[in-house]
């Protein structure tokens, strides 16, 4: 079984835990500040095939500690859907927010935890 570590008082727990037995801590809200950078548009990905890349990367970030991931998705089309797709994730709560970079229009900054 793969573990987790409380970020708070440092006990290696099961991953499927949602909350430290050792500090109560809410486990899937603690993050490190820090925020992971994907690039999902400049390896010739299609959109379908940036949207899947994207929804994998948000995936697996959320188990992790980042607080947020920055999404590299170009100027085009996947720019465009990329932003209707996370609209859909922030209604559905899987994500806390997104905001385009505001000196850097082919970036997305996604808010996880
Ligand atoms: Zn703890």
């Known amino acids: 079984m793969m573990q987790q570590i409380c970020l708070d008082c440092g006990m ?6 949602r909350y430290c037995p ?7 809200l603690q993050h ?8 999902i548009a ?7 095939e940036a949207l899947q890349k994207m929804q994998s990367e948000i995936d697996l970030a ?3 500690v980042a607080k ?4 590299v998705v170009g100027s085009g089309l996947i720019r465009d859907e990329v932003l209707l797709e ?4 922030s209604f559905r709560g899987d994500i806390l927010g997104f905001e385009p970079e ?8 996604v808010r996880l935890k």
Do not use: P, Y
């Open 102 to 109: 505001s000196f850097n229009a082919g970036a997305v900054m």
């Open 12 to 17: 290696s727990v099961s991953e499927t835990m």
């Open 68 to 71: 947020c991931i920055r999404l």
């Open 86 to 89: 996370l609209r859909d994730l």
């Open 42 to 48: 400049h390896q010739g990905e299609r959109v379908s």
């Open 32 to 39: 490190d500040g820090s925020t992971v950078t994907v690039d």
């Open 22 to 28: 050792k500090c109560d801590n809410a486990l899937n």
């Open 62 to 64: 959320r188990k992790g």
